[in-house]
Structures are given as C-alpha cells and as structure tokens.
C-alpha cells in the first residue's frame, strides 16, 4: 500500500479558538500523521 498526502487549507478565523488542537485531536483518533500550521489568515494541514 502506497502512502498518500492531502495539503488541507481552510480559512477564516482559526486563531485563538483552539483549532490546531482540534485537528490533531482528530488526526490522531484516526491514526493520521502529518503537520498543522498557522499561515497568515490560514490553516494548512498536512495530512
């Protein structure tokens, strides 16, 4: 089985609400590696 990346970009308000957490909370529940980072106004998640 080969391994897969998704670049996830999600926009808005991110900041201050937790939501670095929340991902990693999930990616980790499903057993999903990867990274999460702030980038200006965004989100981008390496899945």
């Given at each position: 089985m080969s391994n897969?990346?998704?670049l996830i970009i999600v926009e808005?308000?991110?900041q201050?609400?937790?939501f670095?957490?929340?991902v990693y909370r999930i990616?980790?529940?499903h057993n999903i590696t990867?990274?999460?980072k702030n980038n200006?106004?965004?989100?981008e998640?390496?899945?």
């Amino acid at each position: 089985m080969s391994n897969v990346s998704r670049l996830i970009i999600v926009e808005g308000i991110v900041q201050g609400v937790g939501f670095r957490p929340f991902v990693y909370r999930i990616a980790k529940n499903h057993n999903i590696t990867g990274s999460v980072k702030n980038n200006g106004g965004r989100v981008e998640i390496i899945a």
